[in-house]
Nanobody, 124 residues
Framework: QVQLVESGGGLVQAGGSLRLSCAAS????????MGWFRQAPGKEREFVAA???????YYANSVKGRFTISRDNAKNTMYLQMNSLKPEDTAVYYCALSTKVAAPSARTSPYDYWGQGTQVTVSS
């Protein structure tokens, strides 16, 4: 059974930075795409960024130029470096893994495993 565990969330002032990590375990990983999504109170879950096994990336327009997604396949870990944070970035951030597609995707349907989420709060 695949497990995804996020870490690195917290409280930060606007303009600050945080680095999220997502550690995957439970299977031999090969070509899985991974992604980050977020959900603010009262809103639907939204796409943040995604990355293929080979490192191709895809970002939501709202975070492009501020966030950087990366992965270390040897460690089965994905990262999200978040810079220039804004209050509107406040949300629970979820990592996701797809065994169905290799290319990064902004849709939730290709992802069949999800982490428990980590809270990111940006104060103004």
């Amino acid at each position: 059974q695949v497990q995804l565990v996020e870490s690195g969330g917290g409280l930060v002032q606007a303009g600050g930075s945080l680095r999220l990590s997502c550690a995957a375990s439970g299977r031999t990983f090969s070509r899985e795409a991974m992604g980050w999504f977020r959900q603010a109170p009262g809103k639907e879950r939204e796409f943040v960024a995604a990355i293929s096994w080979g490192g191709s990336t895809y970002y939501a327009n709202s975070v492009k130029g501020r966030f950087t997604i990366s992965r270390d396949n040897a460690k089965n870990t994905m990262y999200l470096q978040m810079n220039s944070l804004k209050p509107e970035d406040t949300a629970v951030y979820y990592c996701a893994l797809s065994t169905k597609v290799a290319a990064p995707s902004a849709r939730t349907s290709p992802y069949d495993y999800w982490g428990q989420g980590t809270q990111v709060t940006v104060s103004s």
